[in-house]
């Protein structure tokens, strides 16, 4: 599967390694609350990676392989090899985005905490990113600035003036024009404009639209339409509040807009659906375009069933074709044109279902992790505990099932599977792919228990190569393969 809907040829296990780690900290040092990372995002051509952390502030790197890279891409075309370079990042800049708040009038306290980072279009070489936290969301320009300093002065500055008066050693025998001259550069970060005061629930999701020009935000009962000019007012698209809040079932847990089809939208539910909308029928979506959900067995359902079957994260595959969202147990993906039921299912850790009880006491049943493609549609990823990560093959006949560490010496861990095969239209849908990253029971891969507190829940695929970044903690780990 690729992210256009063609069936591509199976593609190989992919072979992950270490790249580069950034804010690792040292044996037994603490980390700080304000340090942890809550937000990963690559921009459109993935030359820049953002993140966002707890403290309110936004980080920047910028990739450094670019130099000449085209030139030996071409000749190693012409060579008929393949580059064995991968992308390779530093720090740019960092900024602070968002600072603690309290809304006097609810009597709640506003954490500075970064939610969602997403990059806007580039232009005359300026960043622009929009950054959100519970209840605000900021507009950014990030352009160099050049340092301009006066110069050709008629005194010397470094000579003192006596008493106020000047020396006559330090007369200037002519008079001179001070001159304004540029020396060095400095990164500069803006806010251009603040979008607030349109959410009473925390904000969980904004995207930006592929017209270049508006963006939505959702928060868990209300989707709104803004202009990225405008921010005075907004549209609200989607209303799920009800008259009487005791007959609420469900909640808004994120949304994505389409990558290329500008009035399509989809957003999911803490009821493990997903609903695609069309801003072409009406200007409030109340009624879906399709939707998609998968039904329990009868007699399957426990009390659990509703808490792990909520979506925690869901995205548009590059092509569009394809949905992938992530709820507690598992990763699925959907076809657009197929509301069925998800045409494969990943098992992410399934050996934690007999430790649900466990999970709910310590509150960790509650954790959103989220997912990711690959540029290619091939893979998806997303995060679990003890601070892995895994990797799941998804085209036709591929059996790619892969569990790595965040850590600087990763174990690649692979479970050898049947091939299974990827379904393209719903009359197979019987057949559902469904795989499995292990089955050990409350045990990881290698037998060892799981460790709760130490969880990958954010990680972003490079949009062109197989480089994936997830951060553990404090820390921002890359991996290529």
């Given at each position: 599967?690729d992210?256009?809907?063609?069936v591509a040829?199976t593609p190989a296990?992919?072979d992950?390694?270490f790249s580069q780690v950034?804010?690792?900290?040292?044996?037994?040092?603490?980390?700080?609350?304000?340090?942890?990372?809550?937000a990963i995002?690559f921009?459109k051509?993935?030359?820049?990676?953002?993140?966002?952390?707890?403290?309110?502030?936004v980080?920047?790197?910028?990739?450094t392989?670019?130099?000449?890279?085209?030139?030996?891409?071409r000749?190693l075309?012409?060579?008929?090899?393949?580059s064995?370079?991968?992308?390779?990042y530093?720090y740019?800049?960092?900024?602070?985005?968002?600072?603690?708040?309290?809304?006097?009038?609810?009597?709640?306290?506003?954490?500075?905490?970064?939610?969602k980072i997403k990059?806007?279009?580039?232009?005359n070489?300026?960043?622009?990113?929009?950054s959100?936290n519970?209840?605000t969301?900021?507009?950014?320009k990030?352009?160099?600035k050049?340092i301009?300093k006066?110069?050709?002065?008629?005194?010397d500055p470094?000579?003192?003036?006596?008493n106020g008066?000047i020396?006559?050693?330090?007369?200037?025998t002519?008079?001179?024009?001070p001159?304004v001259?540029s020396h060095?550069t400095?990164?500069?970060a803006r806010c251009r404009?603040?979008?607030?005061?349109?959410?009473?629930?925390h904000?969980?999701?904004i995207?930006n639209n592929?017209?270049?020009?508006?963006?939505?935000?959702?928060?868990d009962l209300?989707?709104n339409?803004w202009n990225?000019?405008?921010?005075s007012?907004?549209?609200?698209?989607?209303d799920m509040?009800?008259a009487?809040m005791e007959d609420?079932?469900e909640?808004?847990?994120?949304?994505?807009f389409?990558?290329?089809?500008c009035?399509m939208?989809?957003y999911?539910?803490?009821?493990?659906s997903i609903?695609?909308?069309?801003?072409?029928?009406?200007?409030l979506?109340?009624?879906?375009?399709?939707?998609?959900?998968?039904?329990?067995?009868p007699g399957?359902?426990s009390?659990?069933?509703?808490?792990?079957s909520?979506?925690?994260?869901l995205?548009?595959?590059?092509g569009?074709?394809?949905i992938l969202s992530?709820?507690?147990?598992?990763l699925?993906?959907?076809d657009?044109?197929?509301?069925?039921?998800p045409?494969a299912t990943?098992?992410v850790h399934e050996h934690?279902k007999s430790k649900?009880?466990?999970?709910y006491?310590?509150?960790?049943?509650?954790?959103?992790?989220?997912?990711?493609?690959?540029g290619?549609?091939?893979?998806?990823a997303?995060g679990?505990?003890?601070?892995?990560?895994?990797v799941f093959?998804?085209s036709?006949?591929?059996?790619?099932?892969t569990a790595?560490?965040?850590t600087?010496n990763p174990?690649?861990r692979?479970?050898?599977?049947t091939?299974?095969r990827?379904l393209r239209s719903?009359?197979?849908?019987?057949q559902?792919?469904?795989r499995r990253?292990?089955?050990?029971?409350g045990?990881?891969?290698?037998?060892?228990s799981y460790?709760?507190?130490t969880k990958?829940?954010?990680?972003?695929w490079h949009p062109?190569?197989?480089?994936?970044?997830?951060?553990?903690?404090?820390?921002?780990?890359?991996?290529?393969?």
């Open positions: 599967m992210g256009g809907g063609d040829m296990g992919l992950w390694k950034f804010g690792e900290r040292a044996a037994g040092e603490e980390v700080q609350e304000v340090d942890v990372i809550s995002e921009d051509a993935g030359d820049h990676l953002a993140t966002g952390d707890r403290g309110g502030r980080v920047l790197f910028e990739r392989d670019q130099t000449n890279y085209g030139v030996h891409r000749v075309e012409g060579m008929d090899c393949s064995s370079r991968h992308p390779e530093r740019k800049t960092e900024f602070q985005s968002h600072e603690p708040e309290f809304d006097y009038l609810k009597s709640l306290e506003i954490e500075e905490k970064i939610n990059w806007c279009q580039t232009a070489s300026s960043l622009f990113l929009l959100t519970d209840k969301i900021k507009f950014w990030v352009q160099e050049k301009k006066i110069c050709n002065f008629n005194l470094s000579k003192q003036l006596r008066f020396c006559s050693s330090n007369a200037p002519s008079l001179r024009l001159m001259t060095d400095s990164l500069l404009r603040t979008f607030a005061h349109a959410h009473d629930y904000i969980n999701s995207s592929s017209d270049g020009e508006t963006f939505i935000s959702a928060d209300r989707i339409l990225l000019e405008i921010n007012q907004s549209f609200n698209i989607v509040k009800p009487n609420l079932t909640v808004i847990t994120s949304a994505d389409h990558p290329s089809h009035n939208l989809a999911s539910s803490s009821k493990g609903r695609l909308l069309d801003l072409r029928q009406s200007a979506c109340d009624n879906h375009s399709k939707l998609f959900e998968e039904h329990e067995p399957s359902r009390f659990f069933t509703d808490i792990i909520s979506i925690s994260d995205k548009f595959a590059k569009g074709r394809y992530r709820d507690y147990m598992t699925k993906l959907w657009i044109n197929m509301d069925s039921g045409v990943f098992q934690l649900l009880s466990d999970l006491e310590n509150d960790s049943i509650f954790d959103k992790f989220e997912c990711c493609l690959s290619d549609g091939q893979r998806v997303s679990s505990y003890s601070n892995l990560f895994r093959g998804c036709e006949g591929s059996s790619e099932a790595l560490e965040a600087k174990t690649s692979r479970q050898i599977q091939s299974p990827f719903p009359s197979n849908y019987s559902a792919v469904t990253g292990s089955e050990n029971s045990v990881d891969i290698n037998g060892t460790d709760f507190s990958l829940l954010h990680l972003a062109n190569e197989n480089l994936i970044a997830c951060a553990a903690s404090n820390s921002l780990y890359m991996y290529y393969a």
